[in-house]
């Protein structure tokens, strides 16, 4: 019997200190964690942010826990770019993410979402925007940990 399932991931990372450590031209890290998504067998829709932020929008392999997904996303894309010296600022990532599932009626107003970071940053701060997907989702914010 095969098994069906469709669970869209739009997951929120920032950079330590929520500090604007990323170039303005990141494609080099959307590459690089595009290509650990691919080898968890699972797959990217869209991937875009600022300098201090990205977001994805993804299907994890059921076989893989978020956590552990995650935290291989992070580890291995901060150790890279550490090592590539393209993103001389960077110091890590911050611990935690945020990670709210969509239905498939979402998927394309989540991907022109996350295409448009560049131009939505403009009007509304990365804080504001966490705080806004996080409680649009029924999360309980904890000040204590939030954006360290």
Request: include cysteine; hydrophobic fraction near 30%; glycine fraction near 6%.
């Amino acid at each position: 019997m095969t098994s069906y399932r469709q669970l869209f991931y739009h997951v929120i990372f920032h950079t330590k200190g929520n500090n604007t450590t990323l170039n303005t031209d990141a494609r080099d890290v959307y590459n690089y964690l595009w290509g650990i998504v691919k080898n968890k067998k699972s797959k990217l829709y869209q991937i875009n942010g600022i300098e201090n932020h990205i977001h994805l929008l993804v299907d994890i392999h059921p076989t893989i826990a978020v956590a552990d997904f995650m935290q291989d996303l992070k580890a291995y894309s901060s150790a890279w770019i550490k090592q590539s010296k393209n993103h001389p600022k960077f110091t890590g990532w911050a611990n935690g993410y945020g990670c709210l599932t969509n239905s498939i009626h979402e998927k394309d107003r989540l991907i022109k979402y996350i295409k448009g970071q560049k131009e939505h940053h403009k009007t509304e701060s990365f804080e504001d925007e966490y705080r806004r997907l996080l409680n649009e989702h029924g999360i309980e914010i904890d000040e204590r940990y939030f954006l360290k």
